[in-house]
């Protein structure tokens, strides 16, 4: 990794510590962050503004959760789920539902870089690769 781009990494990394606020991306000090890049530009902005975008998107995605689904899925199941994940994740979790048939039954949930299933063609497949 050439030596401009491990810099422009470090600080984009520092800017999402900049950017948190409780563990949480903070909408206003994403706003700073970036006023301050417009007035004090770093070398090379664009790598430094992609690689924070990439770490702020990340950050993002670990506090929503996609919740694919082949039958129907309650309000009550959906809210019940983003519960259970806000307390294991220790963080509010708001998750959405989407509707998959390929799973044939069961659900497919994605947080962040996590994925969990329990459905009938995620079992099919690992009974294919057997």
């Known amino acids: 990794m050439a030596a401009h781009q491990k810099q422009a990494q470090q600080l984009a990394r520092l800017f999402l510590r900049l950017s948190l606020v409780d563990g949480v991306v903070s909408p206003e000090r994403v706003a700073g962050v970036l006023a301050y890049i417009e007035k004090h530009r770093p070398?090379?902005?664009t790598m430094v503004?992609?690689?924070?975008?990439?770490?702020?998107?990340?950050e993002l995605a670990k506090s929503n959760a996609?919740?694919?689904h082949a039958g129907p899925l309650s309000d009550g199941a959906l809210r019940s789920i983003e519960g259970a994940l806000s307390q294991k994740y220790k963080r509010v979790v708001t998750?959405?539902?989407v509707h998959n048939a390929e799973l044939i039954a069961g659900l497919r949930l994605?947080?962040?870089d996590d994925v969990y299933e329990s459905s009938i063609s995620g079992q099919l497949d690992q009974l294919a690769t057997v």
């Open 95 to 97: 998750a959405s539902a």
């Open 49 to 58: 503004l992609q690689a924070y975008h990439h770490y702020v998107a990340r």
């Open 43 to 45: 070398a090379n902005p």
């Open 110 to 112: 994605r947080i962040g």
């Open 66 to 68: 996609v919740i694919e």
